[in-house]
Structure formats: structure tokens, C-alpha cells
């Protein structure tokens, strides 16, 4: 009995394991990439001038992108059984800002109610700066004087300081910190300056966290973007590299060649009528093509045999930009937006669990371009 509990135990702790869905697991569903002598392979072959010459892995590409596409597809399945509908649930009971309701509370209220509730959050917001609802109906009339307005300005200092008006304010701009400490003491307003402060500080303080964590996110974004920009340029700058090394090291010799398949079409190559006294011409013309194109062959090969490690690299690479520092920022992006949506109960933060599988998903997509790898454009 004790060891069929323990067998028991130890499963449900490995399907706990496996069912819980992690960056790390996903970028673990990449398939294996075609090997570098494999590409190089399939390269040659492509280009061999035979046409009698059968490919090796003529689906070289094709099943490893299938793979790699069925890939994303359980990994998208598991991340939104895993961390979508968790994020989803999460927003859903939200509280909505300024409200005691949540964002699924409110989708269920009709259109009226809905509009209702915002003219009651906005007295609410607008109660809070000491306006009345006479104030508030003024305000919306949009019928204030200037002098009116100058009244509910101060109303609203008074009350979100303490009881210093707009006058106070304006005449101790120009006093030193003492002159201004002696001015409130003897005007009483310090009392009541001081009594509004401790009343505001739980929400100062909350405040305060709020922006020091947005202002890391901010960061978090700034070197994500970083990291991101570099990413985007990485491949685009080893085909560049590509082209460059084919027009200093390769171009030259196939110009010679192409000049010598040009001899051989003037003198009779692939001629399809000639009579039997040319056809020793001919013939000859044929084979001096046919050396031609396999020496271009033989060129090109050579380019792609230097050129195509380099390109399988970017790509490992740009792998693990994503693993080694775009993962980081964005489990930090996480922690942020997860501390944020514990001190805000806000639906914008409750989506902070995705964030590092943006990162993971990057990883598995990278693999795609395996055989974008031509540094020409279809003119070249």
C-alpha cells in the first residue's frame, strides 16, 4: 500500500511538472535544425547543372519547417491554456479605477449603466477636490466667468492643500524655505497644511511606488527595444556581408566563366540544327559550355560552403539573444508589472505572466529563416 502511494505521489509530480508551461519549455520545442553539412549539400545540389542529379533531401527545408510550425502551434495551445486564460481571468476581475467594480462586473452592465457610472466616477474625482454638485453643473454649463473660474481654483487648492488659497500660494513663491515655514506657522496654516498631509500620505506613498515601478518598466522597454532593434538588423547584415564577399572573392572568376559560355553559344553551343560537317564544331562548343557551367558551379559552391556557416551562426545567435538577454528584461517586466497590479488591482497590469513568453516565442520563430539565406535580391 505504502509503495502504491508513493508511486501515486510521484506521478502527480511529474504531470504537475509537464503541465506546467514555461519560456524555457517553449523555446525547448524547437526541432532540430538541418545540420551545416546538410545545408551545404542541398545547396550544391541545387545548383549542379546536371539535370540528372537527384536531391538527397529534397524536403529538407519543408519538414523541418512543418515540424517547426506544428511546434508553435502546441506551444500558442499551451501558452494560452497556461498563462492566457489565467491572464484573462485576472483582468476580468480587475478593479476597474475610481470604481468598486470589476471589469467583468461592468461588460455585464447595459449601455445607460455603463454611462451612468462614468458621470458618477467623475463627481466622485471632482467631489474629492471639494467642488460641490452646483460647482460641478457650472463647470459642465460651461457658462463660467473668469472670475468664477478664479473662485473654483482656489476652492480646489484649499481643499487639496489644507486651506492655503491660490493666494497664499502665489505670495509664498518668492520666500526662502525659513520665510515660508514662519508665514505658514503664523497664518495657521501649517497645522492644516500638515494634518492634509498625513491624511494623503498612505496615497502619497502609493503613489510614489507606483512611479518608481513604472519608471523601471520604462527602462525595461528602452533595453528591450535594444535588444530587439539589434535582433532585426542581425540578418540583414550578414547577407550584406554575403554580398560583399561574393563581389570581391567570387564575382571576378564567374565573369571569366561567363565570358567563356558566351565563346561557346558564338561558336555553336546547344545549337539544335546543324549539318554534319559542323557538328565536330559544334560538339566541341558544347563541352567548352558545359566546362564553363561547371566551373561556375564549382564557384558558386565554394561561395556557399564560406558564406552559409556564418548565416546558420546569425541564426543561433539571434537565438540566443533571445534566451540570454531579451528573456531577462522581460521576466524583469514581469516582476514590475506584477508588483504594479498588486498595489493598483488595474486590468493594464495584469498581464505581466506574458511577457517572458514574448521573448521564448521570438526564440522559436527565429529558426524560420533557415532558407531565407540568399544574400541576393532576384536582379543579382
Known amino acids: 500500500m505504502k509503495k502504491i502511494f508513493l508511486s501515486a505521489m510521484m506521478l502527480m509530480s511529474v504531470m504537475g511538472v509537464k503541465a506546467q508551461m514555461t519560456p524555457e519549455a517553449v523555446m525547448g520545442m524547437v526541432p532540430t535544425m538541418p545540420s551545416l553539412a546538410e545545408m551545404i549539400r542541398y545547396q550544391k545540389e541545387a545548383m549542379d547543372p546536371n539535370p540528372q542529379r537527384e536531391m538527397t533531401q529534397p524536403r529538407l527545408y519543408i519538414d523541418f519547417l512543418e515540424a517547426l510550425k506544428n511546434a508553435r502551434e502546441q506551444a500558442d495551445e499551451q501558452i494560452k491554456r497556461n498563462v492566457g486564460d489565467v491572464v484573462e481571468h485576472k483582468t476580468l476581475k480587475s478593479k476597474v479605477a475610481g470604481t468598486n467594480y470589476t471589469v467583468q462586473q461592468i461588460e455585464g452592465m447595459s449601455e445607460a449603466e455603463q454611462e451612468q457610472l462614468g458621470k458618477d466616477i467623475m463627481k466622485k474625482k471632482l467631489g474629492s477636490y471639494g467642488l460641490s454638485q452646483a460647482d460641478i453643473a457650472k463647470m459642465q454649463s460651461g ?29 509664498m513663491q518668492n520666500m526662502t524655505d525659513e520665510e515660508r515655514a514662519q508665514f505658514m506657522q503664523m497664518s495657521g496654516l501649517n497645522e492644516s497644511t500638515q494634518a ?3 491624511e494623503q500620505k498612505p496615497k502619497l506613498q502609493k503613489d510614489a511606488k507606483v512611479t518608481a515601478l513604472i519608471q523601471e518598466m520604462i527602462k525595461c522597454d528602452k533595453q528591450a527595444k535594444e535588444v530587439t532593434d539589434k535582433y532585426l538588423q542581425m540578418s540583414e547584415e550578414v547577407r550584406a556581408a554575403g554580398r560583399t564577399l561574393y563581389d570581391r572573392d567570387y564575382r571576378p572568376q564567374l565573369a571569366q566563366w561567363e565570358a567563356v559560355k558566351k565563346e561557346a553559344l558564338a561558336e555553336g553551343a546547344l545549337s539544335e540544327k546543324y549539318t554534319q560537317a559542323e557538328k565536330p564544331k559544334v560538339d566541341a562548343a558544347n563541352r567548352k559550355f558545359d566546362n564553363a557551367q561547371n566551373q561556375i558551379w564549382k564557384i558558386d559552391c565554394a561561395f556557399y560552403e564560406k558564406y ?14 533571445c534566451r540570454s538577454q531579451l528573456l531577462p528584461i522581460m521576466q524583469k517586466k514581469k516582476e514590475i508589472t506584477d508588483k504594479l497590479y498588486s498595489i493598483t488591482k488595474e486590468p493594464q497590469y495584469a ?16 529558426p524560420e529563416e533557415i532558407e531565407q539565406y540568399s544574400p541576393f535580391d532576384e536582379n543579382n
Open 308 to 321: 552559409l556557416p556564418t548565416w546558420r551562426d546569425n541564426l543561433v545567435k539571434k537565438m540566443d539573444l
Open 351 to 366: 498581464s505581466g505572466a506574458v511577457y517572458p513568453f514574448t521573448a521564448a516565442t521570438a526564440y522559436l520563430d527565429t
Open 196 to 198: 492634509k498631509m498625513r
Open 143 to 171: 457658462n463660467m466667468s473668469e472670475a468664477e473660474q478664479q473662485a473654483l481654483a482656489n476652492k480646489m487648492m484649499q481643499k487639496m492643500t489644507g486651506g492655503m488659497s491660490m493666494k497664499d500660494v502665489q505670495f
